[in-house]
């Protein structure tokens, strides 16, 4: 039974970082992308980042270039979201994904698994 953990959420001040931790388990995931995404109170689920668990390829949204960076360890089977330069709009609560195949899809539709999320707070 496939398995995705997050961590790392908590209440942070704008301009400030966190690390999100996202373990996953329950079968060998290298054809599968991962990504994160977010949904803030009100809004419906977004697109984060995406990394290729083999290969390493990775995408962004537009609205976290240059300040949020996706990565992976295989040999721990966790995928990582640094965050940096964390702005109020930033806060959400941020979900683990996974689907089967090469490439990202922005649709949370697309993705097979789902981990709990973990809340991301960022005030002012």
């Known amino acids: 039974q496939v398995q995705l953990v997050e961590s790392g959420g908590g209440l942070v001040q704008a301009g400030g970082s966190l690390r999100l931790s996202c373990v996953a388990s329950g079968r060998t995931f290298s054809s599968y992308t991962m990504a994160w995404f977010r949904q803030a109170p009100g809004k419906e689920r977004e697109f984060v980042a995406a990394i290729t668990w083999s290969g390493g390829n990775r995408w962004n949204a537009d609205s976290v270039k240059g300040r949020f960076t996706i990565s992976r360890d295989t040999a721990k089977n966790t995928m990582y979201l640094q965050m940096n330069s964390l702005e109020r709009e930033d806060t959400a609560v941020y979900y683990c994904?996974?689907?089967?195949?090469?490439?990202?899809?922005?649709?949370?539709?697309?993705?097979?698994?789902w981990g709990q999320g973990t809340q991301v707070t960022v005030s002012s």
């Open positions: 994904a996974a689907r089967l195949g090469s490439s990202y899809q922005r649709s949370p539709l697309q993705y097979d698994y």
